[in-house]
């Protein structure tokens, strides 16, 4: 895997240039157990690591940011080795191997939620909480704007579900056994994200079932997400740490089914924060079938004031401002005496 080292620049007057230097790096993660492929990747992240430790001697720079995961060891190593202020910052709530290790010498612990720090009491007094960083569109579209896009009916109910870039293949499945259970859904529409190497199989399978009045829209990956969650009711998604972030940011009601096979199931404890405010409803992958989807489905597109309960307690969670916060707390770091 190709990963790439991003040192920037400041001109004499303090003002951050606009190129940059780009180091291409070879390295891989580790697999669990014993095996030979755990020495290559060792082997890999010591390279690495020379490799930045090499580019920092004689420009270094002010202040290192590392996000977590084997891909920002390399950097963040080199830049504790030459004394250079590191910031890390971890998207989900149970923090993952790498921002472990390196919290210890890191001049500041980064989160995305508060719950981070009961897991990991020993990074209070250096932690803080940032929220996590989104892109930001320039120029944001309404409710209009986004059933233009979806090519939707603005009357209707609208259910999202993405599964994420790649689709989720237990909430295809639900939604394909749910689609017969709503096939008289005249005031539904369902914007469903299939994932691009799922799309053709399941579109096939979706063509067989008479969906009647209701309206479904397949696609293979939605660009557009804002647009998604200005017109979305209700989301059923994944929870990964930038897919609750999103639906806290835009306050979109939402049902979770955290990815079972998440690393020290870090997915059950992000949907755990929404669920605990009011703003989401979990259902475990493994109990999670199309009649238990219809089930949560209608009974909370049907209660319009508590969807708005949930998308009050949605937005009472989520910080518009984390990408500021923290470039405002790394360039803190950067102006330090080292």
Known sequence: MELTLYLSRKSP????LEKHRVIPLEVSGFSRGPQLRNLRALAGLLR????CRREM???PPRVAVGFGGYASVPGAAAALSRR???VIHEQNVVPGMANRLLAAGARVVAVSFARTLELRPRWRKKAVVTGNPLLQRDVEGDRGDAVDYFDVEKERKTLAVVGGSQGAASL????????PLWRNRSDLQIIHSVGKDKYQEFTAQAAKVDTGTLLYRP?????RMDLLYEVADLAVCRA???TVTELAVAGCAAVLVPYPYATAAHQDANAEVLAEAGAAVVIKDAE???RRLAREVDGLIADESGLERMRGAARSVGRADAAASLAELVLSQAGEEQ
Do not use: T
Not at 172 to 179: I, K, P, S, T, W
Not at 219 to 223: A, D, G, M, N, P
């Open 288 to 290: 999670l079938d199309g």
């Open 13 to 16: 007057s303090g003002a951050l």
């Open 219 to 223: 696609l293979q990956f939605v660009e």
């Open 172 to 179: 295809n499945r639900a939604v394909l056994e749910a689609l």
């Open 240 to 242: 990964g740490a930038s």
């Open 57 to 59: 001697k004689d420009d």
């Open 48 to 51: 690495a690591f020379r490799v």
């Open 84 to 86: 250079i202020p590191l």
